[in-house]
């Protein structure tokens, strides 16, 4: 149990982070301020002893929410001043987005639920079920496909308002954003060296 909440724990602490850089607040802030609240929810824990889960998860999954609700923001403020986008296209870009970001999170979920499934099925040396590790690799190589059919789909509504230069540009956005959170990810959590 331990081991999930310091995974929670840094992936929240990484998301804080990459809000800190867009939002102009310091990265050292921002992660004081989340191992803070992190340390408050390991010592009512502790004080609850093994009373269950639930208001915790609940919990942390209202601040997930809210956080990804700012950096999403963020992130579109960082698109609409790059971009040079005025209201009106400002608008259609954020429905845009909104919508295909809906589908992208769902078949992120789907791929992360297929890989567990996948390692845990090649873990199981004992009853080693080729059918179920065949059937997994068919759904990863069809996830890709959806995930292709997403972009092409979500590039054509773009350019129904964006300039060929302005979806290269957000391309880029996407793709920087993603490096950090991957770089941050990967990162230990504050505390350890250099904290």
């Known amino acids: 149990m331990r081991k999930r909440v310091s995974l929670r724990t840094s992936g ?4 804080l982070s990459l809000f800190a850089l867009l939002g102009g607040t310091s990265v050292a802030e921002a992660q004081n301020r989340q191992l803070k609240k ?3 929810r390991e010592q009512a824990r502790d004080l609850r002893g093994r009373v269950g889960r639930g208001p915790l998860d609940s919990t942390a999954a ?4 809210m956080l990804v609700r700012r950096i999403r923001q963020a992130f579109g403020g960082v698109v609409r001043r790059q971009l040079n986008l005025d209201d009106a296209k400002f608008q259609q870009f954020t429905k845009v987005d909104r919508q295909f970001q809906q589908q992208r999170t769902q078949l992120l979920r789907d791929e992360r639920q297929t890989r567990l499934a996948l390692r845990a099925a090649m873990q199981d040396s004992t009853n080693v079920d080729q059918a179920k ?3 997994y690799l068919t759904d990863l190589t ?3 496909r959806k995930r292709a059919d997403l972009v092409e789909a979500e590039q054509k509504e773009l350019s129904s308002f964006l300039t ?8 880029g956005l996407r793709e920087n954003l993603e490096r950090r ?3 941050m990810l990967q990162q230990p959590p504050p505390g350890g060296r250099g904290g």
């Open 38 to 40: 992190e340390q408050k």
């Open 164 to 171: 060929p230069l302005q979806r290269a540009k957000l391309q």
């Open 12 to 15: 929240v602490v990484a998301l």
């Open 62 to 65: 209202a601040e997930q929410q």
């Open 142 to 144: 069809q996830g890709q």
């Open 133 to 135: 590790i065949a059937q």
């Open 181 to 183: 959170v991957a770089r």
